[in-house]
């Protein structure tokens, strides 16, 4: 007879968190293809090469401010200059500014060839065609070019996410087209006899499967493409047909549930056939069991069934895989932060526990409060939480007024 460890024994045979993020990185073989794409499509998605600046931004030396461009030397013994033009953005006057004399200028158009200076205008009084500067004190206000980015230069480096700001510094460039990473196609499924989809009615001891709602919710956060596999009943041979068509179809196939020693798990039967599996006992609570292995060329997580294990080994183990094998090389995993715990917190030593929480933001000091419902099934906690508190292997109880790290959700896609 073969002999099946519970979940709940065996504390010693545990992967660590941090063992089971690295096994899985070390599974990555090899790169995704790359496409060009316009920038507003690679959006989300992540550079296959190092962005060389084209150009200098700004590509002219220019004016911050709305004002009068001026030579300092002439503001020594002098307040009094005539204005001998007016400049616009996008124009240039190549007019010389001789002794004593300024150019009206608006902020972005190009500096008169020996004006070193702009005084913006809040400083200055018209009288007649001059203007007279009053006690003017700080700075040039002068944009020089390639002072933003410099011509030449490495500006986005090979392996980042692209947001934003970084869509608008491409823009910047005049770069219309990048390469990226093709985007990743991951599938999933729930198992369980027990499930029941949304629009049926539920008959005694059936639960509608929220699993495959929160999982479309974290992998669209992703930008990967979603295939939704459905439910499928805890049998071998459904099981079977499922994984290896999805395993064809997608990058990454992520089942839930099924993964204990429960009579009716045959996830782990299907895969010792099917594929090269490992089943972990991870030392972290919610999320004990997990299973991570290939199907073919697909990689598999079996994650969990209850609804909050799903989730955290989702954002602990699964979207640091997604990241890496998207071709990301920052922000891997969630980010931490320290706050003060509002609550004593009773834990036992050598696995790391993840706590639903709430947190707030006092004028930049974090305090932090766990709810009070912990269990992995309640998936209210997760939704009414802001973020995770989480407590190392080595903690054993924490008390109110002490320092706990949290992952606020924000932060966590
Ligand atoms: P399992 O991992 O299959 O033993 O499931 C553990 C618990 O999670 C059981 O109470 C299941 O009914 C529940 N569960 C499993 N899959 C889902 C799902 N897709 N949606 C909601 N609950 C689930
Ligand atoms: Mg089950």
Redesign the pocket.
Same mark, same amino acid.
């Given at each position: 007879m073969r002999k099946i460890n519970s979940c709940l024994s065996d504390q010693d045979a545990s992967l660590t968190l941090n063992q089971a993020q690295e096994k899985c990185f070390s599974a990555i073989k090899k790169n995704l293809s790359a496409e060009k794409v316009a920038i507003r499509s690679a959006f989300n998605r992540v550079i296959m090469q190092d962005i060389i600046a084209p150009i200098n931004v700004p590509a002219h030396i220019n004016s911050a401010m709305d004002g009068y461009a001026l030579r300092k030397e002439d503001m020594l013994n002098n307040a009094s200059f005539a204005v001998i033009a007016t400049v616009y953005a996008g124009q240039y006057n190549d007019e010389k500014i001789k002794k004593n004399t300024c150019i009206r200028i608006m902020t972005g158009a190009v500096i008169p060839q020996n004006a070193d200076i702009v005084i913006p205008q809040e400083f200055t009084t018209k009288a007649g065609e001059k203007i007279i500067i009053d006690n003017y004190i700080g700075g040039d206000n002068i944009r020089f070019a390639g002072e933003d980015l410099a011509k030449g230069s490495v500006v986005l480096k090979k392996g980042r996410l692209l947001n934003a700001a970084d869509l608008g510094l491409l823009a910047s460039l005049g770069i219309a087209e990048v390469s990226v990473w093709r985007k990743l196609r991951v599938a999933f499924l729930?198992?369980?006899d027990?499930?029941r989809g949304l629009t049926e009615s539920l008959k005694k001891g059936e639960?509608? @499967?929220?699993?495959?709602y929160s999982l479309f919710g974290m992998l669209h956060n992703l930008n990967v493409e979603i295939l939704d596999m459905g439910?499928v009943k @805890?049998d071998y041979a459904s099981l079977n047909s499922t994984f290896m068509q999805a395993a064809q179809c997608v990058d990454i196939v992520i089942s839930?549930?099924?993964?204990?020693v429960?009579q009716? @798990?045959f996830v782990k039967q299907v895969l010792d056939n099917i594929g090269t599996v490992d089943f972990w006992k991870l030392a972290i609570k919610p999320g004990r069991?997990l299973t991570f292995g290939k199907i073919n060329e697909a990689y598999f997580f079996g994650l969990?069934?209850?609804?909050v294990?799903?989730m955290i080994t989702f954002y602990q183990i699964v979207q640091p895989f997604i990241k890496k094998l998207m071709g990301q090389t920052q922000n891997i995993k969630p980010l931490l932060v320290n706050a003060t715990s509002e609550t004593d917190i009773f834990k036992s030593k050598g696995r790391v526990e993840f706590l639903r929480a709430r947190f707030s933001d006092n004028d930049g000091e974090l305090t932090v409060q766990k709810l009070s419902k912990q269990g992995s099934?309640v998936?209210s906690s997760m939704s009414y939480a802001n973020c995770l508190i989480v407590l190392s292997e080595n903690t054993e109880s924490v008390k109110a007024g002490e320092r706990v790290k949290i992952q606020p959700f924000y932060a966590l896609i």
């Amino acid at each position: 007879m073969r002999k099946i460890n519970s979940c709940l024994s065996d504390q010693d045979a545990s992967l660590t968190l941090n063992q089971a993020q690295e096994k899985c990185f070390s599974a990555i073989k090899k790169n995704l293809s790359a496409e060009k794409v316009a920038i507003r499509s690679a959006f989300n998605r992540v550079i296959m090469q190092d962005i060389i600046a084209p150009i200098n931004v700004p590509a002219h030396i220019n004016s911050a401010m709305d004002g009068y461009a001026l030579r300092k030397e002439d503001m020594l013994n002098n307040a009094s200059f005539a204005v001998i033009a007016t400049v616009y953005a996008g124009q240039y006057n190549d007019e010389k500014i001789k002794k004593n004399t300024c150019i009206r200028i608006m902020t972005g158009a190009v500096i008169p060839q020996n004006a070193d200076i702009v005084i913006p205008q809040e400083f200055t009084t018209k009288a007649g065609e001059k203007i007279i500067i009053d006690n003017y004190i700080g700075g040039d206000n002068i944009r020089f070019a390639g002072e933003d980015l410099a011509k030449g230069s490495v500006v986005l480096k090979k392996g980042r996410l692209l947001n934003a700001a970084d869509l608008g510094l491409l823009a910047s460039l005049g770069i219309a087209e990048v390469s990226v990473w093709r985007k990743l196609r991951v599938a999933f499924l729930s198992t369980g006899d027990e499930l029941r989809g949304l629009t049926e009615s539920l008959k005694k001891g059936e639960i509608y @499967d929220s699993n495959r709602y929160s999982l479309f919710g974290m992998l669209h956060n992703l930008n990967v493409e979603i295939l939704d596999m459905g439910v499928v009943k @805890d049998d071998y041979a459904s099981l079977n047909s499922t994984f290896m068509q999805a395993a064809q179809c997608v990058d990454i196939v992520i089942s839930t549930g099924g993964v204990s020693v429960g009579q009716a @798990d045959f996830v782990k039967q299907v895969l010792d056939n099917i594929g090269t599996v490992d089943f972990w006992k991870l030392a972290i609570k919610p999320g004990r069991p997990l299973t991570f292995g290939k199907i073919n060329e697909a990689y598999f997580f079996g994650l969990p069934g209850n609804p909050v294990a799903t989730m955290i080994t989702f954002y602990q183990i699964v979207q640091p895989f997604i990241k890496k094998l998207m071709g990301q090389t920052q922000n891997i995993k969630p980010l931490l932060v320290n706050a003060t715990s509002e609550t004593d917190i009773f834990k036992s030593k050598g696995r790391v526990e993840f706590l639903r929480a709430r947190f707030s933001d006092n004028d930049g000091e974090l305090t932090v409060q766990k709810l009070s419902k912990q269990g992995s099934g309640v998936l209210s906690s997760m939704s009414y939480a802001n973020c995770l508190i989480v407590l190392s292997e080595n903690t054993e109880s924490v008390k109110a007024g002490e320092r706990v790290k949290i992952q606020p959700f924000y932060a966590l896609i």
